[in-house]
């Protein structure tokens, strides 16, 4: 398999499973259930457009936020997989995620009239382990196609959350709670996978001497 098809795997693996939409489905369904089904599919499109913005200038500005704070990209890899681990975690045990919304933000937005932007285009779909994620990928891109790949890869995970959110109803319906839970386990693995290879990786960037044979 080739460095860049690898990459671009490994890529949509690790946002699709930080965004997870189908963990966002009970939170979606909360906020959005008394509207309409139009009122829904507006919410639910705002919160892929927004998820696609916002990740797509971190995605960006990544570099350039490295450079002025002087952070290096092993440091942040390391950092940015102990974040996911946690986030990993959670998910393994089903719980929601408070790296991504509080309570309190939830109750909030109930008050509010347009949910899609805020909280659940951010920080639900495009919270802080999606942002450090896009941005880890950014700065590991090392080829045209593989900077490309992390664009393509937050197209197609925005589009799929307009689409899970899009048939929420019938997704809830036919996945049940442990469908759902199971989805997000399975997610939360993958991404404590990831989680660990980003801190290794991340390591050895800092110090390449460890990878050496003796």
């Known amino acids: 398999m080739s460095g860049?098809?690898?990459?671009s795997l490994a890529a949509?693996?690790?946002?699709f499973s930080i965004v997870d939409p189908f963990a966002a489905l009970p939170i979606f369904i909360g906020l959005t259930g008394a509207s309409g089904p139009e009122a829904q599919r507006r919410a639910g499109a705002?919160?892929?457009?927004?998820?696609?913005i916002v990740l797509s200038v971190f995605a960006t500005a990544g570099n350039l936020l490295f450079k002025f704070f002087g952070i290096?990209?092993?440091a942040f890899r390391i950092a940015g997989g102990i974040l996911l681990f946690f986030v990993a975690l959670e998910m393994l045990r089903a719980e929601r995620s408070r790296t991504k919304?509080?309570?309190?933000?939830e109750r909030d937005a109930a008050a509010q009239s347009d949910v899609g932007i805020v909280p659940l285009g951010i920080p639900l779909l495009s919270g802080p382990g999606a942002?450090?994620?896009?941005?880890?990928?950014?700065?590991?891109?090392?080829t045209p196609v593989q900077h490309a790949a992390v664009y393509v890869v937050i197209v197609v995970v925005a589009f799929a959350s307009y689409v899970v959110f899009r048939f929420a109803a019938r997704t809830?319906?036919?996945?049940?709670?442990?469908?759902?839970?199971?989805?997000g386990r399975i997610m939360g693995l993958i991404l404590a996978a990831l989680a660990v290879q980003f801190v290794l990786d991340g390591v050895l960037g800092a110090l390449p001497?460890?990878?050496?044979?003796?």
Do not use: K, N, Q, Y
């Open 4 to 7: 860049d098809l690898s990459f």
């Open 12 to 15: 949509l693996g690790s946002v």
């Open 46 to 52: 705002r919160a892929a457009l927004t998820c696609l």
């Open 72 to 74: 290096t990209i092993p």
């Open 101 to 105: 919304t509080t309570s309190e933000e």
């Open 131 to 142: 942002i450090a994620t896009v941005m880890m990928l950014s700065g590991s891109a090392a």
């Open 172 to 183: 809830a319906r036919f996945l049940g709670t442990t469908g759902m839970h199971l989805i």
């Open 209 to 214: 001497g460890l990878g050496r044979a003796p």
